[in-house]
T-cell receptor, first 118, second 113 residues
Framework: GAVVSQHPSRVICKSGTSVKIECRSL??????MFWYRQFPKQSLMLMAT?????????EQGVEKDKFLINHASLTLSTLTVTSAHPEDSSFYIC??????????????FGPGTRLTVL | QKEVEQNSGPLSVPEGAIASLNCTYS??????FFWYRQYSGKSPELIMF????GDKEDGRFTAQLNKASQYVSLLIRDSQPSDSATYLC?????????????FGKGTHLIIQP
């Protein structure tokens, strides 16, 4: 149980284009979904937190107009990187938070999406 | 500013020995503590979580939490070459299911055959 999928796993795009990344919880309903970013040899940094049907909460320094998050259902969240530039190239990882899934709260990570902007 | 500190390593441990990984955190109000394992190019995989002071054991892994010292550790017994990875310590202000995690930079562990 507690499987989270992401699509696509890898994307290469030209500078100025927009890229959409999907995150799905496959066998459970996620109360909250999170988006993280990891640059090479760095740790994961939380970008935003989203709850189904609500506006996402962005971390300080993350541009909400550039990184659009839609959380349409308890099993699907999307991150759209608008007008992507080479500095947006990174490993984007979503996670799904579960309350009380195993008698306590935790979150499970998707496999990640590697974005390369040329 | 919440901070989580880990020694980046690499930490080299002989096969079969105990690997000890340490982590300190700055926010005294933190309630939930997690250890993740990350292989190169992959996303993190949850190993253990701990909420209460003391030890928590799961198979070859033992997590230790000392809130007074703001210190979390992970012990890996009978280390195997497949345990070679980067181990990430993560902290949440409240429950890990509803709160974004603050990660340390990770400790690179190498198990020598």
């Amino acid at each position: 149980g507690a499987v989270v999928s992401q699509h696509p796993s890898r994307v290469i795009c030209k500078s100025g284009t927009s890229v959409k990344i999907e995150c799905r919880s496959l066998d459970f309903q996620a109360t909250t979904m999170f988006w993280y970013r990891q640059f090479p040899k760095q740790s994961l940094m939380l970008m935003a937190t989203s709850n189904e049907g609500s506006k996402a909460t962005y971390e300080q320094g993350v541009e909400k107009d550039k990184f659009l998050i839609n959380h349409a259902s308890l099993t699907l969240s999307t991150l759209t990187v608008t007008s992507a530039h080479p500095e947006d190239s990174s490993f984007y990882i979503c996670s799904a938070g579960v309350l009380g899934f195993t008698s306590t709260d935790t979150q499970y990570f998707g496999p990640g999406t590697r974005l390369t902007v040329l | 500013q919440k901070e989580v500190e880990q020694n980046s390593g690499p930490l080299s441990v002989p096969e079969g020995a105990i690997a000890s990984l340490n982590c300190t955190y700055s926010d005294r109000g933190s309630q939930s503590f997690f250890w993740y394992r990350q292989y190169s190019g992959k996303s993190p995989e949850l190993i253990m979580f701990i909420y209460s002071n003391g030890d928590k054991e799961d198979g070859r892994f033992t997590a230790q939490l000392n809130k007074a010292s703001q210190y979390v550790s992970l012990l890996i017994r009978d280390s195997q070459p497949s345990d070679s990875a980067t181990y990430l310590c993560a902290v949440a202000y409240s429950g890990g299911g509803a709160d974004g995690l603050t990660f340390g930079k990770g400790t690179h562990l190498i198990i020598q055959p």
